[in-house]
């Protein structure tokens, strides 16, 4: 396969390599992710992370094990693992169906690259859609409030909420953003806030406590984010904490965007309540770990509940802008979720 790079991936040599996005901001560490274990170890510790990330991650995998000489049953058996690597972020399911129909043509090591290399460039390109399209909904002067990580570390391209929100700011109408810490792996403490750094964009950095503070003092324009999996009535799972700034946006009368790919959308999901909800280590919450080691804080026994994701009902979102269009909230309230013809 060619060489490829792209602010989190890179594939070299026949080997595909990730940058850790638990080491980040103090670390800048590219780790092999060549084996199947490599990844899914890769993916349960969001060492690698972001819904189109993963889904990636896996396809050029899969693609690069092809060209290494794996066999096409073997490669049905990989495809099974990569596919249960993440079961919220449907992007994952997306990509892989995708590289399934590869992996059954005649010349399957070819088609699989091939597949691979489209998806990235997909990516690149739906991405640019939906910033394009997310940079016309931002009044001049705007103060953003945006949670998790939704830029180009979580995406082939420039990203989509941070992109949306990076592309306003290049046509001067966004003043500050607002980075929610996002707990309890506080991945808008860390890749955020350094994105939006690198990026020149003034932003100040809150606890997740805070926002409804900060909303209540009129300090926040708008909420944007991103999705891991959008159910075919409009409800979207994304990043724990999500829902709650939902609430709160519609109690103080703030719009709340999403901002995602189409590949998150999961028209074989009716609504949330289908969606799966990874639950993660009880070591996330009582503590905290990171290049710098590791603290416990809780009880050695304390008990933990510790979801990845929430899920925020349509009824609470302003609007869904996709690579294909903005899905508007009279649309789905009709039974239609599709987007705005001509955007």
């Known amino acids: 396969m060619q060489t490829l790079h792209t602010t989190s991936l890179r594939v070299r040599d026949n080997q595909l390599w990730i940058l850790d996005q638990q080491a980040l901001p103090q670390q800048q560490n590219w780790l092999d992710a060549s084996s199947v274990d490599a990844l899914v170890g890769h993916i349960h510790a969001l060492r690698v992370r972001g819904a189109p990330l993963i889904g990636l991650s896996a396809s050029l995998l ?6 290494n000489g794996m066999s096409r049953d073997a490669l049905s058996q990989v495809l099974t693992v990569l596919r249960a690597a993440r079961p919220t972020a449907v992007n994952l399911m997306n990509n892989l169906d995708r590289m399934k129909l590869a992996l ?3 010349n399957y090591v070819a088609a699989l690259g091939t597949e691979a290399l489209r998806l990235v460039e997909e990516d690149k390109a739906l991405c640019e859609a939906i910033v394009r399209a997310g940079s016309e909904r931002v009044p001049r002067g705007s103060r953003i409030l945006t949670h998790c990580n939704t830029g180009g570390l979580a995406t082939a391209g420039v990203g989509t909420a941070i992109g949306v929100i990076a592309r306003a700011f290049e046509q001067g109408k966004v003043e500050q953003v607002w980075v929610g810490e996002t707990r309890p792996l506080l991945q808008g403490g860390r890749l955020t806030a350094w ?3 690198e990026l020149g964009i003034p932003n100040r950095l809150i606890c997740d406590s805070m926002a409804a503070a900060l909303m209540a003092q009129q300090q926040v324009d708008a909420v944007w984010v991103g999705a891991d999996r959008i159910a075919a009535n409009g409800d979207v799972a994304n990043k724990i904490g999500t829902y709650s700034l939902a609430v709160l946006a519609r109690y103080h009368h703030i719009p709340f965007y999403v901002a995602a790919p189409h590949t998150t959308l999961d028209r074989h999901c009716p609504d949330g309540s289908a969606i799966p909800i990874e639950q993660r280590t009880a070591a996330e919450v009582t503590g905290v770990a990171g290049s710098f080691g590791q603290v416990q804080w809780a009880p050695q026994n304390a008990q933990v509940w510790n979801p990845a994701f929430d899920v925020t009902p349509a009824a609470l979102i302003s609007g869904w802008v996709l690579d294909t269009g903005v ?17």
């Open 327 to 343: 899905v508007t909230p009279e649309a789905v309230a009709a039974g239609c979720f599709q987007p705005l013809a001509g955007v």
């Open 62 to 67: 899969l693609a690069l094990l092809a060209e």
């Open 195 to 197: 994105e939006l750094g």
């Open 104 to 106: 059954a043509q005649e």
